[in-house]
């Protein structure tokens, strides 16, 4: 008997069936070992010795893993072709050989790019030893990830109050988002005016052309800077009659993209699907490990986590026969197109992304796909087949107008697709772009004189650097070559736990929290968010896997030069730290002076108070140096951005309108805890608070309408009486977010929207479900109640479960299709999925009496 050791259930099914009955393939569920989480478990002064930890469902799979190698011929580590692959089969041999399971078992490692019969069958019979240098690198990269945690994050916890925690790669992907924040603050708009005129010919077919020239000169950006200017330049043009000075046509080519790497994947599924980074990865895993094509589970793409831009030539010659037969031998080039990466550090020896089988196109297997699984399918095969096919062939035409004296020169510009190419099967970038058809120019001939129909000056605005999307940050951190394929997801994702960042229409926006942590370790720890220092480590990480360098010598290195710093660090006192940061903030925090030229560091409560950088157990603000005797203060967010903003006791609340009951107004402010609403009496009685509420975090303030205020104001809201107490059911939103209310028990709601709509009915079933949840039951949340049962009149609801969505009645469950919508779903087609799943039950045996 042969063992094989993958790391998912679902990839070793699969395998199993393609090695039949003299194997059996076991599955490690991901990572054994890890490095328990808590100071000591990385020993430098050791040699580095690591201390790892198994835990209980890990050392239950271990044991039957154990128990099926003792006593087997050959144990074949069949885990991904990656170095965390590597390590994993590294940490499952560990710990077999402490189980003294490996005595008379051949021991190999096996690698295959894609979960295919062939791939399958050729990498049993093609085995090799295990990667020491790979192992080495997984070591090196966990140790510095584990240090830099570690040791960084107490020395945060210590002089910034409210931090989470730093990394050592995503504390470098923060910097970005910070870096790119601070030159949108810092970005004035200039203004600028082109000069647009529509025109005619013989063919009576609109030309639409820009001004180019004006006086012999070319036009630079700015030349038009005001309204006058381009007025002035517009009536020029009106000076006919309008010639034809020349008509320039120029052949060009568009060359087809590489096929998928991890990032390019990742950017393309973002700005085509709308997919974040770690959907993507999780919808291409499904694909890689295989779904059910006539009858058997195969792998329909390759290995998902690579930096490499090669395809097989296997793959390559049917990708070739493909386009052949699809598409026409003139989308064939003479050549195979073979392509090498631009990304710093790639691993050139990984393949590609690409189809396990090029003819198995989208359409013809989509009933095997969900919807996800399928448009993700679709992308990556149009990629592959693209990147294969002849370039596309076009003609630039440039026609050149001037008015009757010359002194203005108008430009046309076209492009006609001569030869669509491989823009017949894939274009990069949204799926909005501008046809190139609808660009082609009418025909003109040099010396005809055109007709004009309008001109028309525009004005613009230069607009800022935009903000990092997924896709974006990706792109620069590949760039920069900083992270690995398999890390970016993560990466994106930490920085979004960690509360550093906010996404706002699918771009990264830093909180105040994020921004402070970054400018600290800008300031105290600058060298290790360098971008040229963590790509160099990233290099060294790449030489340890090639064996060209020793893995504790980079840790020596590391460790001898990051210990001390952050002892230095430690020992620097705390008000020390917070005036550091307020002079390295100042350019941010404090415009250099206001508009009625005061300086912007005077308090506007005091006399002679001065604004600066204050920090609490919440985190960072701006508050007056005359505190506790002056109690203003600023959000540190909102004195970045310039806003008068401030608490209760300051000034430059904004009036939203007033309140409908009581007549007093109702106002806007923010706060050391961030925004909320006020209702100004104007006779409130002393020392008595005014009434106030928080805005809800899936709100934006700056949008806040006086509706959506009175709402707010107005809660808690009665929903109605409970029909067994008959006490009422309110609905609120609390310190944890929208909740409802009944007599002591609480349960929450999706959204601050369901706070106003929740119903009586729906109350009721979550107020149950609660309790349900505190005796011992599960909690469970009803998505949507679809009416009653015709038979006996309970309800019928579709609920949120463990493993996705089910109807529910009574003590029947039934699962939702794949890609059903929960929102979808009507009471016919939840009375048949309950029904079918009735009659798939069994009658329970009746247990046999005892004597």
Same mark, same amino acid.
């Given at each position: ?81 990656? /170095? ?95 870096? /790119? ?12 005016? $082109? ?5 005619? =010919? ?60 991890? $990032? ?71 050549? *195979? ?16 992304? #690409? ?65 669509? +190419?491989? !823009? ?176 912007? #560091? ?8 001065? !604004? ?61 805890? =961030? ?19 928080? %805005? ?13 205020? %009175? ?8 929903? +109605?009486?409970? *029909? ?8 609120? %939103?609390?310190?944890?977010? *929208? ?113």
């Amino acid at each position: 008997m042969n063992v094989v050791i993958v790391e998912s259930p679902a990839k070793a099914k699969t395998i199993n069936k393609y090695l039949g009955k003299d194997f059996k393939v076991l599955a490690s569920f991901g990572h054994v070992r890890d490095l328990p989480a808590k100071d000591g478990s990385v020993k430098p002064d050791e040699d580095f010795a690591m201390d790892w930890t198994v835990d209980k469902d890990s050392n239950k799979r271990l044991t039957e893993i154990a128990k099926a190698v003792k006593g087997s011929d050959k144990l074949y580590l069949a885990t991904d072709p990656d /170095r965390e692959g590597e390590a994993i089969s590294w940490h499952v041999l560990e710990v077999l050989a402490k189980k003294k399971a490996l005595k008379d078992v051949d021991v190999k490692r096996v690698v295959f790019n894609e979960i295919t019969k062939s791939a399958i069958l050729k990498a049993i019979a093609e085995p090799r030893e295990l990667d020491s240098e790979m192992v080495n690198a997984y070591l090196a990269r966990r140790a510095l990830d584990y240090l830099v945690g570690f040791t960084l994050s107490p020395v945060l916890w210590r002089k910034l109050p409210g931090a989470r925690s730093a990394g050592r790669v995503q504390s470098v992907a923060l910097r970005l988002v910070c870096e /790119r924040e601070a030159e949108i603050e810092k970005f004035v708009a200039q203004e600028y005016w $082109s000069v647009e005129a529509e025109l005619e =010919g013989a063919s009576k077919k609109a030309i639409s052309s820009r001004l180019f020239g004006l006086n012999g000169k070319k036009l630079q950006k700015y030349d038009l800077s005001n309204e006058k200017t381009a007025t002035d330049a517009a009536e020029k043009v009106k000076n006919e009659p309008l010639t034809v000075e020349a008509v320039e046509r120029k052949p060009a080519r568009r060359h087809p993209q590489p096929p998928f790497t991890t $990032s390019t994947l990742q950017q393309e599924a973002a700005r085509k699907l709308g997919f974040p980074a770690n959907k993507t990865m999780r919808v291409a895993q499904s694909l890689y490990e295989g779904k059910s094509i006539g009858g058997e589970v195969t792998g329909l793409i390759t290995y998902m986590r690579t930096d490499g831009v090669s395809i097989a030539q296997e793959a390559m010659n049917a990708t070739r026969n493909l386009i052949t037969n699809r598409y026409g031998d003139q989308h064939l080039p003479e050549k *195979p197109r073979f392509y090498k990466t631009k990304a710093k550090n790639a691993q050139e020896a990984h393949e590609a992304i #690409r189809p396990t089988d090029p003819q198995r196109i989208p359409a013809e297997i989509a009933g095997a796909l969900d919807d996800d699984e399928r448009r993700l399918y679709d992308l990556i095969w149009r990629r592959t087949i693209a990147s294969q096919m002849e370039s596309a062939k076009m003609e630039r035409t440039t026609v050149t107008v001037s008015n009757s004296d010359k002194s203005a020169e108008l430009r046309a510009t076209g492009t006609v697709i001569l030869f669509d +190419g491989f !823009l017949s099967v894939y274009q990069e970038g949204t799926d909005d772009e501008t046809n190139e058809e609808e660009k082609r120019l009418p025909k003109v001939e040099v010396g005809e004189v055109l007709t004009l129909n309008k001109v028309t000056p525009k004005q613009h605005f230069t607009d800022p650097p935009p903000r990092f999307t997924e896709a974006s940050l990706v792109k620069k951190l590949e760039e920069l070559g900083i992270g690995r394929p398999s890390t970016y997801a993560s990466i994106l994702t930490v920085l979004r736990e960690r509360n550093y960042v906010q996404m706002e229409r699918n771009r990264f926006i830093p909180e105040d929290k994020g921004r402070l942590v970054s400018a600290f370790l800008e300031k105290f720890f600058e060298r290790y968010v360098q971008y040229d220092f963590t790509a160099n480590l990233e290099e060294q990480l790449d030489e340890i896997s090639a064996g060209s360098l020793d893995w504790k010598k980079v840790l020596n290195e590391f460790w001898s030069d990051f210990k001390p710093k952050t002892e230095e660090i430690l020992a620097v006192r705390n008000a020390v730290v917070i005036d550091a940061l307020d002079e390295y903030l100042a350019p941010m925090l404090f415009p250099e002076k206001n508009e009625d030229g005061t300086d912007p #560091r005077k308090c506007p409560n005091c006399e002679d108070g001065r !604004l600066g950088l204050k920090t609490s157990r919440y985190g960072a603000f701006v508050g007056c140096s005359n505190y506790p005797e002056c109690s203003y203060t600023k959000p540190f967010g909102s004195a970045a951005r310039g806003e008068d903003t401030d608490t209760a006791e300051g000034s430059g609340p904004r009036i939203l309108g007033d309140d409908p009951e009581t007549g007093f107004p109702i106002s806007l402010r923010t706060g050391r805890f =961030g925004p909320y609403l006020q209702l100004d009496d104007p006779v409130k009685e002393k020392g008595k608070k005014p009434k106030r509420a928080s %805005i809800p975090k899936d709100m934006n303030a700056a949008d806040l309408s006086l509706e959506d205020a %009175i709402s707010l104001m107005s809660l808690p809201r009665e929903v +109605g009486i409970h *029909p067994e107490s008959g006490k009422p059911i309110t609905a609120a %939103i609390g310190r944890y977010g *929208p909740y409802i209310a009944h007599d002591g028990t609480y349960g929450k709601l999706t959204s601050t929207a369901e706070v106003f709509e929740v119903g009586l009915n729906r109350a009721v079933a979550i107020l149950a479900d609660t309790k349900a949840s505190k005796s011992g039951g599960s909690s469970k949340t009803v998505l949507k109640e679809l009416g009653e049962h015709p038979d006996d009149g309970d309800a019928i609801r579709v609920m949120d479960g463990r493993y996705g969505p089910y109807v529910n009645h009574k003590r029947t469950n039934a699962t939702l299709p794949k890609g059903t919508e929960p929102a979808d779903v009507t009471l016919e087609q939840a009375l048949e999925l309950l029904a079918a799943k009735a009659a798939k039950k069994k009658p329970a045996r009746r247990k046999k009496k005892s004597a």
